[in-house]
């Protein structure tokens, strides 16, 4: 009955094109990289988007922290983006939109919001964190290419039900999971192969 569904391997797939399979809408444009004028997509969210900044208003009072526009600037350029980035892409995407913050509230406003669960947090095997937007936004997982760094999407929902199964068997409510698998692309074998054709 559960069969894994196949998510979005983009038809020419960049590093940067996963994802956009999110909202379960087929929006065209909104998958398009690194759109500079966020104003459209952000009225495709503007519902997520306000209960979002709900959420981080509640939890910056909560913990007695300001309310600053600095970090809800930030909050809003995550929710515009789609797919994963890493600190220097969304310091560089508002840098080139005009909005100046510091690397300091950049990083200090992405812990808070990791904490809260509003942006996920992934290493990918490598030493750069990369994160992404993830309130209500689809549970999904990763596989990611060792050679070319792509990273690809997929949802199954026995994963979930491996979740449930664990946290009642061994007595834990379990908030979170992490499940990465590692390999070789198919472009990457592929290119591989045509090098060394006698392999
Ligand atoms: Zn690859
Ligand atoms: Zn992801």
Redo the contacts with the bound molecule.
């Keep these: 009955m559960n069969k894994p569904t196949a998510v979005p391997t983009p038809p020419n797939p960049s590093a940067d094109a996963?994802?956009q399979s999110t909202g379960g809408s087929s929006e065209t444009g909104y998958a398009a990289k690194h759109t500079p004028s966020a104003a459209s997509q952000a009225t495709l969210n503007t519902d997520k988007l306000e209960e979002v900044k709900k959420l981080f208003t509640a939890h910056l009072e909560n913990k007695g922290l300001r309310k600053t526009g600095e970090r809800y600037a930030i909050l809003e350029e995550i929710y515009a983006r789609s797919?994963?980035f890493d600190v220097d892409e969304l310091y560089a995407g508002m840098k080139e939109r005009g909005l100046q913050v510091s690397r300091a509230t950049v990083y200090n406003t992405l812990d808070l919001l990791v904490e809260q669960g509003l942006v996920?947090k992934?290493q990918f095997g490598r030493n750069l964190a990369?994160y992404?937007k993830s309130y209500g936004y689809r549970q999904?997982?990763?596989v990611i290419c060792t050679e070319c760094h792509k990273?690809v999407?997929f949802c199954d929902p026995r994963i979930h039900g491996i979740q449930t199964m664990v946290g009642d068997l061994l007595n834990f409510h379990i908030l979170h999971h992490s499940l990465n698998l590692y390999g070789i692309c198919g472009d990457c074998r592929a290119q591989a192969a045509a090098r060394n054709p006698h392999a």
């Design positions: 996963v994802g797919g994963h996920s992934h990369q992404e999904h997982d990763h990273v999407e």
